[in-house]
């Protein structure tokens, strides 16, 4: 008997996101069923559910996604699975909330390879992140400092929550990542005035840079921007552009559309991972920035 190949979905809301059905059932998963509203202490049921009504040799046939759009709790909601795995029994489990995973393991992978042709790497490079608390923020934050970037989220509103931001990820991640008040201008360009890479991941259709506070940016590099809607989160940056010098600037741009298509090609490439491999995998974010930075390599 051949087995089925099985994909439980959870979400900590009232639905789980059609992307992500979608990109699932395209991926080749023979079976996709959704389960909404879980709370963190429901997941070592469900999976523990999943791995007992099935042999250990088919662990690799079933698989765990966890959405919703709040990545601390997806990366809780990680743990909670992977302890309750029972050897031999196991599953595949991935993450991606509200595809911030890999939507900013894309942003970083596409940044990292402007970089690279100037000649330099993230290492040590600062990088100003605006939209700071949202999931693909915290994605992108992590993953520069793992690289060794010098991130700074910005507040819009002032630096106690990117504070409270930055201090959960030094503690879970152990990095270095400051806060800054970027709640008006001033304060904006004394973030700006070193900064070599600027990320935006503010809410769609809001624009957090405009050309003059890009021009209290000298030394900037590159600038990326993950908002599709009009107008642009960073003015000057097409969602198009992968690459394009920003006018009057020696820096370049990377837009919405380029950082989508990797991060689409990353989330599905990751599910046919799951698919073809003979062991149970675990994937977050570190998993679908390596990806990425294959893609664009």
């Given at each position: 008997m051949s087995q089925k190949t099985i994909l439980h979905m959870l979400t900590p809301h009232k639905h789980v996101s059609p992307f992500d059905v979608n990109m699932a059932a395209d991926a080749g998963f023979d079976v996709i069923v959704p389960y909404d509203a879980v709370t963190l202490g429901e997941v070592s049921d469900l999976v523990q559910d999943a791995i007992f009504s099935r042999p250990p040799k088919w662990g690799a046939s079933t698989g765990i996604f966890i959405g919703g759009n709040d990545a601390v709790l997806a990366l809780d909601m990680v743990d909670a699975a992977r302890k309750a795995l029972v050897p031999p029994f196991g599953v595949h489990i991935?993450?991606?909330p509200s595809g911030?995973?890999?939507?900013g393991a894309a942003m970083v992978a596409l940044v990292e390879r402007q970089l690279r042709a100037t000649g330099?790497?993230?290492q040590d490079t600062p990088i100003a992140i605006f939209g700071a608390t949202g999931v693909v923020a915290y994605c992108a934050a992590v993953i520069a400092a793992l690289e060794g970037a010098r991130v700074t989220?910005?507040?819009?509103?002032?630096?106690?929550?990117?504070?409270?931001?930055?201090a959960e990820m030094q503690a879970r991640f152990d990095v270095s990542v400051e806060a800054a008040?970027?709640?008006?201008?001033?304060?904006?360009?004394r973030v700006l005035a070193d900064t070599q890479v600027v990320l935006s991941a503010a809410r769609a259709?809001?624009?957090?840079?405009?050309?003059?506070?890009l021009a209290t940016a000298p030394s900037l590099l590159v600038a990326a921007d993950v908002n599709a809607v009009p107008p642009s989160g960073i003015e000057g940056v097409d969602a198009g552009a992968d690459g394009v010098p920003i006018d009057g600037m020696k820096?370049?741009?990377v837009g919405a559309l380029a950082i989508g298509n990797v991060k689409y090609r990353t989330q599905a490439g990751l599910f046919r991972r799951m698919l073809s491999s003979d062991t149970p995998l675990v994937l977050d974010f570190r998993d679908a920035f390596a990806f990425a930075r294959g893609l664009v390599a």
């Open positions: 991935f993450a991606d911030s995973f890999t939507t330099r790497t993230l989220l910005v507040g819009h509103d002032g630096p106690e929550r990117v504070g409270r931001r930055s008040d970027g709640a008006t201008p001033a304060g904006t360009a259709g809001l624009r957090v840079l405009t050309r003059e506070a820096a370049v741009g």
